[in-house]
């Protein structure tokens, strides 16, 4: 088994404190668009979208790491803004229940020592570590404060989390006092990284699209099915990150999101400490009004792979799962569906395959979902498919040694 199979020791975990030494961080004004990298390993991503318009509000945002570790830092993205956008203050701690954080965790966080930062249009900023411990599978509440932001915002539309908003809340407090509002998206935060405890500690993004992002799953609950890869991981320290966005096809943008290719650097090897990256797209491409062939699909997979591959990333492909029943269906985007699947089976290219439709068809019809995986809409899975997604990776094959 690999070193990502093999469970580790878990160590004794401290809370958010402020012993240790900070170490040096990257300048936090990188230019506008330039590839910003963290260190460690990612241990919560969410790919950067426009969630709407910037105004003078604080954020609590809350967020489920996956592996535990020291020096906890987080990423701020500025990716859809027109202008700068600057955050006067921001803090870190753990959650206790709805706003309220669990009392003397939270800490300020820092942008090469300073307590504001301004991120660029475009771009995105790492802030300081904070020495200490972070436990695995802890809920983070990240607090920003943005006085001044103006324009589109930069975030995550469909969090399937409840965050906390207010006009005068305070980001350093652990009350819930000033937290009045709640929202579903994330705003400006689109990593969090860690350095890990295990050795052998590495992280992999799941890049895909509603499936990925966890439509169909139980809001509040962290079902989807990078959630519950996550889980299988946690003993092992590997980090994952969930590069899911809604309507993402490989060949082309939709609805303002780019193509999986396109976000490639941003959302997967831009991420501090990964090694793997599961690529689970293609529905939308096949299903789309002007869908695509099978040859366009598979060679837009190639390219990921080959991008991927040259990083030093081990590439599992994930098979599309059956979805008749949904709108937009017909016997033409099936045999584009199972002519993708045969090729992934068989390329050569790949690393691994998670075998999704295997996992997911019904055995009696293998163009639907199983009926108890069928989050009813017959294209996304419920919360039992979730977790058959993240069961038909094999984890030996995130490691492959490149």
């Known amino acids: 088994m690999s070193g990502w199979g093999r469970a580790c020791r878990a160590g004794a975990v401290l809370l ?41 509000r604080s954020y609590r945002l809350i967020v489920r790491v996956s592996a535990g570790g020291s020096d906890l830092r987080v990423r701020l993205s500025n990716a859809y803004g027109d202008r700068p956008l600057t955050v006067d203050a921001a803090h870190a701690g753990l959650q206790d229940r709805g706003a309220a954080l669990r009392r003397g965790s939270n ?19 790492w802030s300081d570590p904070i020495p200490g411990r972070v436990p695995a599978g802890a809920r983070l509440a990240v607090s920003l404060r943005t006085p001044d932001a ?33 929202t579903g998206s994330w705003w400006y935060l689109d990593a969090v990284s860690v350095r890990p405890a295990h050795p052998r500690g590495g992280a992999v993004v799941a890049l895909g699209d509603s499936i990925t992002d966890g439509w169909g799953s139980t809001p509040g609950r962290d079902r989807r099915w990078p959630d ?20 993402n ?63 030093g990333l081990c590439v599992v492909g994930a098979t599309v799962a059956p979805f008749r029943g949904w709108l937009q269906w017909d016997p033409v985007a099936e045999a584009v569906r199972r002519d993708v699947n045969h090729r992934v089976r068989t390329d050569g290219d790949l690393d691994a395959v998670a ?46 040694r490149r």
Request: hydrophobic share 40%.
């Open 16 to 56: 958010l404190t402020l012993a240790g030494q900070a170490v040096p961080a990257p300048a936090a004004t990188p230019p506008a668009g330039a590839t910003v990298r963290g260190s460690g390993i990612v241990t919560w991503a969410a790919s950067a979208q426009r969630v709407g318009s910037g105004a003078d």
């Open 107 to 125: 800490r300020p966080l820092t942008f090469g020592g300073a307590r504001a930062v301004t991120v660029p249009a475009g771009g995105a900023v």
């Open 150 to 182: 103006r324009g589109p915002a930069t975030g995550h539309e469909m969090a399937l989390t409840t965050s906390y908003t207010g006009r005068s809340a305070d980001t350093g407090g652990d009350g819930a006092t000033g937290w009045t509002l709640t």
């Open 228 to 247: 519950d890869l996550a889980r299988r991981l946690r003993a092992t320290g590997v980090g994952v990150a969930n590069a899911g966005i809604s309507g």
């Open 249 to 311: 096809r490989v060949l082309t943008g939709n609805g303002g999101a780019p193509s999986a290719g396109q976000r490639l650097e941003r959302d997967v090897l831009s991420q501090p400490g990964v090694r793997a990256v599961i690529l689970y797209e293609g529905v939308n491409d096949l299903k789309a009004p002007d869908g695509a062939s099978a040859a366009d699909i598979v060679a837009g997979y190639r390219e990921i792979t080959k991008r991927a591959h040259a990083a």
């Open 355 to 400: 075998d999704v439709d295997r996992a997911l068809r019904d055995p009696r019809d293998p163009e639907r979902l199983r009926p108890d995986l069928d989050s009813g809409d017959h294209l996304h899975p419920d919360d039992a498919g979730m977790r058959a997604i993240a069961g038909a990776v094999d984890l030996r094959g995130l490691d492959c």
